[in-house]
């Protein structure tokens, strides 16, 4: 674990950054080829830092960087900003604010728990760009009436969350199984009832002294195909992707849900 790493003109997206001493930086970078990685930006702050180079280290923006150093934290080379589609790059390309800043934020806290490190994570960073554009695009909603509001912040907010947290756990070997009924082996019924068991999947009737999850076939199906668009899919899916990131996260509390909650709910 202690060989040398050097990463050049690697694309990188900033999830969080902590003051390092009086001048420097500590930033936890998402890189597509290499996974979560921290590094030591020297000298950002303070009066003979650059004025516009902390704005960099913000989280969300996309970075164009080269690293270098032990592979337990690295020591940031150079930076730019990334370039869009042969347009001149950008501060800030994802405009994020309300509840589309917070739902961001805990994708990055996933990322910051979960996420390896030194190893390619090139689909989990194409998902991420996707999501994280998505929220972007999600405004507030308009109506003052609060049932149409609530179906508004399902699916505009709701909806792409779980989509990520399905991808993610599958992604690092944790995929649920929403196909079959453990017991049977029977392709799930759009009609029945289940009880989900985190590691095992869904079964129609309970296993005594075996912790389960209510669910519906329908949700079950419903999430395989990524079509979250009806209130019950969208409720029960928060329910077994919150069970289920649970035993990978601890019991260590996310900040960014904590304070979603005391915000919005």
């Not at 890189?31 to 516009?52: E, P, R, T």
């Not at 068991?197 to 869904?202: E, N």
């Amino acid at each position: 674990m202690n060989s040398r790493v050097n990463l050049d003109n690697k694309s990188a997206i900033v999830l969080h950054h902590y003051n390092y001493r009086d001048t420097s930086l500590i930033v936890n970078f998402f890189l597509s080829d290499f996974g979560k990685v921290s590094a030591i930006a020297k000298g950002v702050k303070g009066k003979k830092s650059k004025l516009n180079q902390f704005a960099l280290f913000q989280p969300f923006q996309k970075l164009t960087v080269s690293l270098t150093g032990k592979q337990e934290l690295l020591i940031l080379k150079s930076i730019e900003l990334t370039s869009e589609s042969n347009h001149e790059p950008i501060l800030n390309a994802w405009k994020l604010s309300g509840k589309s800043l917070y739902c961001a934020y805990y994708i990055n806290e996933l990322l910051l728990r979960l996420l390896p490190s030194h190893t390619d994570c090139s689909e989990i960073f194409s998902l991420y760009e996707h999501v994280i554009n998505i929220l972007s695009h999600s405004s507030e909603p308009e109506s003052s009436d609060q049932e149409s509001s609530k179906q508004h912040n399902l699916l505009h907010f709701e909806a792409p969350l779980r989509i990520f947290e399905l991808k993610f756990l599958e992604y690092l070997g944790y995929g649920l199984n929403l196909s079959h009924d453990i017991q049977s082996d029977l392709p799930i019924d759009n009609e029945k009832q289940y009880y989900y068991i985190i590691d095992s999947g869904p079964s129609e009737s309970p296993i005594s002294g075996i912790k389960n999850l209510a669910i519906s076939g329908r949700t079950l199906i419903n999430l395989s195909r990524a079509q979250l668009s009806d209130k019950k899919t969208l409720q029960e899916s928060k329910q077994l992707l919150k069970w289920a990131l649970a035993g990978h996260l601890g019991s260590k509390p996310l900040k960014s849900r904590e304070m979603f909650k005391q915000l919005y709910c």
